[in-house]
């Protein structure tokens, strides 16, 4: 199975961490990864349904279900869901992960551990090579742009503008180099000093985010997942009846098995913790 786990610190509290990634409007304005997320109405527990835009018209969907522990004794809180994709040119066909909210001076330290499934075989796995790297850069870079978005007021929609301009503004240096030069060494200067620039601290970049947990973590969050009740074992995870999407879906008993274990009161499953990979 293919892991991601990314985590920053965002000054500010949790409550507010808590409501920008539940619920699924917001969610879905500051994660690259997903253009919509949709709540299937009465699920219990949470279910939703996904979309995400690879080219222009050209949408992927998939589904998920949502359970968890809203706080533990420790002042944290978790959200954990299992989600998958019926559509074959997804290349993800199911997975599972979890967000974990942790209190730090004058913060929080949000992070994620996620694991999934690719389709397509061997070429599916020869995809992930790029594909699982890509994927790791868009969540990292989608946390830092929810962190600008608490911690200093910058919404999504300018973030991406911001980010849109850097990258043109780091692209026609480069740009310049290949057609007025062309000599190789030029152009791999004029490459390196446009990747070495720093951002600015107004533009989300992924690099900001640690992409390994710490040695000194729990072992929940060293393992992204305890893949060890039988999702790697390629059985399809449980349907849902009723689910509008007619795909698989991960029962409650299941999905709980897979989040760090505490003394906690129940999950409230207004909002929707995450999507596609998610998480």
Known sequence: MARIYVETIIR????????ATQDHR????????????????GSVPAAFTYATAVLPGVEIAGHGVHSGERRQADGSATSAL???SADPRSPIRDGAGYWRYVPV???????TGYA?????????????LVFGPAFGWATAWSFDRLRLWLEHGV???????RALAELLARAAPVAAAVTFDGRPLAVLLTLGLALGVPPHRHTPAARRCRRRPGKSDPPEMRAPLESRHGHESGAPLESRRGHESGGPL??????????????????????????????
């Open 12 to 19: 500010a509290p949790l409550d507010e961490v808590w409501a």
């Open 26 to 41: 917001r969610h879905a304005r500051w994660d690259v990864r997903f253009g919509r997320i949709d709540p299937v109405p």
């Open 82 to 84: 299992r989600f998958g």
């Open 105 to 111: 001076p004058g913060g929080v330290r949000f992070l």
């Open 116 to 128: 999934y499934r690719t389709r397509w075989g061997r070429t599916g796995r020869l995809v992930d």
């Open 155 to 161: 919404s999504p929609e300018s973030a991406r503008r």
């Open 250 to 279: 991960e029962s409650r008993r299941g999905l709980e098995s897979n989040c760090p274990r505490g003394h906690s009161e129940p999950l409230v499953t207004g909002g929707l913790p995450g999507a596609g990979d998610p998480r």
